[in-house]
Nanobody, 123 residues
Framework: HVQLVESGGGSVQAGGSLRLTCTAS????????MAWHRQAPGNQCELVST???????YYLGSVQGRFTISRDNAKNTVYLQMTSLKPEDTAVYYC??????????????????WGQGTQVTVS
């Protein structure tokens, strides 16, 4: 069955960096647009970044210039490089095939495939 598995979360101080990794299995990864979403306590699910099958990207305004999304189709993997992290970036980050903003809660498994989430804490 289709699986998305995230890794790379953790706790860092403000100004630090983390790289999130999402590895996909059991589907034709090359053909899919991919996204990173996040949800902080008390907040709605937020679309952070997307990358389409041609490599075109989108970023949430508050992360533009600090986060970089990329993909390696040979490894069925999408990355989110996060730099200059701020406390407001603290959230659970989810990899997903759903590339539109949803609001509500994530993971929204009624809309595409989602990973289990990885916690990012910035203090």
């Amino acid at each position: 069955h289709v699986q998305l598995v995230e890794s790379g979360g953790g706790s860092v101080q403000a100004g630090g960096s983390l790289r999130l990794t999402c590895t996909a299995s059991e589907f034709r990864f090359d053909d899919w647009d991919m996204a990173w979403h996040r949800q902080a306590p008390g907040n709605q699910c937020e679309l952070v970044s997307t990358i389409n099958s041609a490599g075109g990207t989108y970023y949430l305004g508050s992360v533009q210039g600090r986060f970089t999304i990329s993909r390696d189709n040979a490894k069925n993997t999408v990355y989110l490089q996060m730099t200059s992290l701020k406390p407001e970036d603290t959230a659970v980050y989810y990899c997903a095939t759903h590339t539109h903003a949803l609001g509500g809660n994530c993971p929204a498994t009624a809309f595409g495939y989602w990973g289990q989430g990885t916690q990012v804490t910035v203090s």
